[in-house]
């Protein structure tokens, strides 16, 4: 018999306070593969379709970390009357399609921005929904939001205070070089690579992010002698 992979719980929404159902995915997946900037390829199933939380009334969409937390006055005397002017909705559905994700985060991030939400958080939405594009097979729109999503990520270093929970701007960083390097900007993954293996106090205070970083800087080197053997 087959293991169901979701399961249905009911919360209020932050915003019009109504009782909805969400859908939300187990712990026990079966992992396949990890890519270099994090996403992870699990098997028959996609639980980031089901990341972003929707309200089956009102329409407002967040993650779950954001949608049960408390929401400021300000941001509901902006969002009520968003979500009343919405005209794209997502009806509640028990199993997602890509293109149900897709709309879940192309409304959380339109939310978020309305509301001016960090960048760190806009950077995390975008970032995700290129994994959805990833998954999909959509290399153009995997692509635009790649890059959305790392001018996001160098805007949260430039302006905000990290950790952010378990986020570090040494992470940040390397996520960032990891971008760069699918989108075969080889420059700017130089730049932020470098950042990190030439960090001396690293290799102690993040041992996990270093390794990292110096891995992907040997795929890059074994890459480019390959290359440069393949043109004598």
């Not at 919405?86 to 709309?103: H, I, S, V, Y």
């Amino acid at each position: 018999m087959a293991i169901e992979k979701t399961f249905i719980v009911k919360r209020n929404c932050p915003v019009c306070e109504k009782e909805t159902r969400i859908i939300k995915t187990r712990s026990r997946i079966n992992v396949l593969d990890r890519d270099e900037d994090g996403y992870i390829h699990y098997e028959n199933f996609n639980p980031y379709y089901y990341t972003i939380w929707v309200c089956e009334h009102c329409g407002y969409a967040a993650d779950e970390s954001t949608f049960e937390a408390k929401m400021p006055e300000r941001h509901l005397k902006i969002l009520r009357p968003a979500l009343e002017a919405e005209k794209t909705k997502l009806p509640f559905a028990e199993e997602r399609t890509a293109g149900d994700a897709e709309t879940a985060f192309l409304l959380a991030l339109k939310y978020l921005d309305l509301i001016k939400g960090k960048s760190s958080k806009r950077a995390k939405y975008a970032h995700q929904l290129a994994w959805i594009f990833r998954d999909s097979g959509d290399k153009r729109q995997e692509e635009e939001y790649l890059n959305m999503a790392a001018e996001f990520y160098e805007d949260a270093l430039a302006t905000e205070r990290f950790p952010i929970g378990a986020l570090t701007d040494n992470a940040v960083i390397y996520v960032l070089a990891a971008i760069y390097h699918i989108l075969c900007d080889q420059q700017k993954t130089t730049i932020y690579l470098s950042q990190l293996i030439n960090d001396k106090e690293l290799r102690n205070s993040d041992p996990r992010i270093y390794d990292k970083a110096r891995d992907l800087w040997g795929e890059i080197r074994a890459a480019k002698k390959k290359q440069s053997a393949k043109r004598k």
